[in-house]
């Protein structure tokens, strides 16, 4: 199959048409950040990204044929517009974190049951040639779809970063479909990473435009996160084109790191997960003197980095075992780097080479509100 990028041009401009043409209607409909608490901005911002990159991926997908559409793309497109439905309410209403994971999870069960997507062979992580899930396939593939949904729900927390990271995935996402010779997967993901580089288009800080004019919201961030999953499955769970599930992990490090450690680190006291303070990865790197664009360019490259080293290290046989055990350390030292937060600022503030800014008490105390109304959500 030859490349052809009329496509992902298409969902590029798609995108960012119906972003500007959604912005009157997010206003109208009241479908915007209102900057308040630990938000930043000091605007209110229209959270229709995740939809403007539904419709123009979708659109571009059916003119085009990339490639046509059949019953697993149709199972993700309706699991994908579930979630753009409950994210766009969530983001009009704040609705309570547990209806947001119900329809997570009836996604998930979506691209299982009708996409015939899900993990089933978990022996390469191990080093094994054979280890089936079995029974436990499907509730293992709904808790991992799950867990990079919110993953890339949690590190929304600043202009550029989701967008960008999970460009930087995409696009190593299409790199390891086209090593392993799966070239239909790579012209559909290449109009994914055509929609999302749309709406980066709109949120990013430019020179010219210092603060984002659409952000992802609960829609978009669920979006982004269930298309990770379903191309991560799709990728490593595939006889015919091969790639090791130790790979996805480190296509997308600092999402799952930061997830990983925030949750666990929100359980140990005696928290929800999904429990809003300021201590993810981004709340540090702005309080160590980073600005939005900076920290977002810089997790970036240290993805990217991460997912080239790790690829690089896969050709050379690095026993797989090693490479999972080597993200397990990383998200240790990040869990105890990041124990005491002085210590975490001040350590990115010395790679920065400036003093660190004044940490209110706040950024370190929870907020005092119960954690039905008070949940990580983007921004």
Known sequence: ?????????AAFLATAFVLWLLRPVAHRLDLLDHPHGRKDHAHPTPVTGGLAIYIGCLAAFIVFQVPHVRDNLAAFSAAALLLVVVGLWDDKRDISWRWRILAQVV???????????RVEQIGPVF????????WLSVPFTV??????INAMNMIDGADGQAGLLGLAALVMLMAAS???GNHELAVRLSVLCGGLAGFLLWNLRLPWRPRAHAF???????????????????L?????????????MWLLPVPVMDCLVVSVRRMRQGRSPFFADRTH???????????????ALHLTWFSLLCGLLVGQAMRMNVPNPLLLALFCVMCVGWYALTCKRARAVAFFARLRRSPPRPIDRESVQQLAVPPDHQTDTTQ
Do not use: K
């Open 1 to 9: 199959m030859r490349f052809d990028p009329t496509a992902a041009l």
């Open 107 to 117: 996604a998930a069960v979506v691209i299982i049951q009708w996409g015939g997507v």
């Open 127 to 134: 080093g094994l040639s054979d280890l089936s899930l079995g």
């Open 143 to 148: 808790f991992a779809t799950v867990g990079i």
């Open 178 to 180: 086209i090593y392993a």
């Open 216 to 234: 992802l919201g609960n829609a978009g961030s669920a979006l982004l996160g269930l298309v990770i999953a379903w191309v991560s499955f799709r």
């Open 236 to 248: 490593t769970q595939n006889q015919g084109h091969p790639v090791n599930p130790v790979l996805a």
């Open 281 to 295: 990865i981004h709340h540090i790197l702005q309080d160590a003197g980073f600005g939005p664009t900076r920290a």
